[in-house]
């Protein structure tokens, strides 16, 4: 079954910053990688979408990659900001995931940016 | 604006007490699935369905029950809530093809008491 790791499990860094948050997935037969962001109690904003024949997705200050053969995918996010600051997930969609959807989790990286 | 809503978003009863949530999507999505969320265990799916009449147990099912009726609504239900299914609860919805794009609704915290 497959399983998903997010290292690390809590970041914090200063403001202005670029940052790298990791993925890595057991199962590479994964149909695509989906990045989320949750704050504090809150839902999952979907924030890139990776299938997988793409190797990167690009939105605003938000870069995700991904390399089915190494099973690993990473959020690289530039010149952070407070407002960066939330808990980001990566999600694999693939047959060995949960049901229909088959979206494994990983629990995520808590990130603070520091003002 | 394409969404998946829930609702409430927050809820306190008592042990023993039936409750329902619900679910609606309004992007004509064929899969709809439950996830219940807790500190250290991450996301873990309840139930899910593929279509309409069509359900199956997810990887934490034990004290739930759903519906899928019709195809917009997944109402999740609570027969008799214990404090250990106190959580925040997440309804998702996508398209029935692999690579299609997931969206949540924006979470039901449910506290037992």
């Known amino acids: 079954k497959q399983e998903v790791t997010q290292i690390p499990a809590a970041l914090s860094v200063p403001e202005g910053e670029n940052l790298v948050l990791n993925c890595s997935f057991t199962?590479?037969?994964?149909?695509?990688l989906q990045w989320f962001r949750q704050d504090p109690g809150k839902g999952l904003t979907s924030l890139l979408l990776i299938q997988s024949s793409q190797r990167e997705q690009t939105s605003g200050r938000l870069n995700a990659s991904l390399d089915k053969s190494s099973g690993r995918s990473t959020l690289y996010i530039a010149a952070s900001q407070p407002g960066d600051s939330a808990t980001y997930l990566c999600a694999g969609r693939g047959r060995s995931g949960g049901g229909a959807d088959g979206l494994t989790f990983g629990k995520g990286t808590h990130l603070i940016i520091q003002p | 604006e394409a969404q998946v809503t829930q609702n409430p978003r927050y809820l306190i009863t008592v042990t023993g007490k039936k409750l329902t949530v619900t679910c609606s999507q309004n992007m004509n999505h064929e899969y709809m699935s439950w996830y219940r969320q807790d500190p250290g265990l991450g996301l873990r799916q309840i139930y899910y369905?593929?279509?309409?009449?069509?359900?199956d147990k997810g990887d934490v099912p034990e004290g739930y029950k759903v519906s899928r009726k019709e195809k917009r609504n997944f109402p999740l239900i609570l027969e008799s809530p214990s404090p250990n299914q106190t959580s925040l609860y997440f309804c998702?919805?996508?398209?029935?093809?692999?690579?299609?794009?997931?969206?949540f609704g924006q979470g039901t915290r449910l506290t037992v008491v």
């Open positions: 998702a919805s996508s398209y029935g093809t692999p690579n299609t794009e997931a969206f």
């Open positions: 369905s593929m279509n309409v009449e069509v359900t």
């Open positions: 199962d590479s037969a994964i149909y695509n």
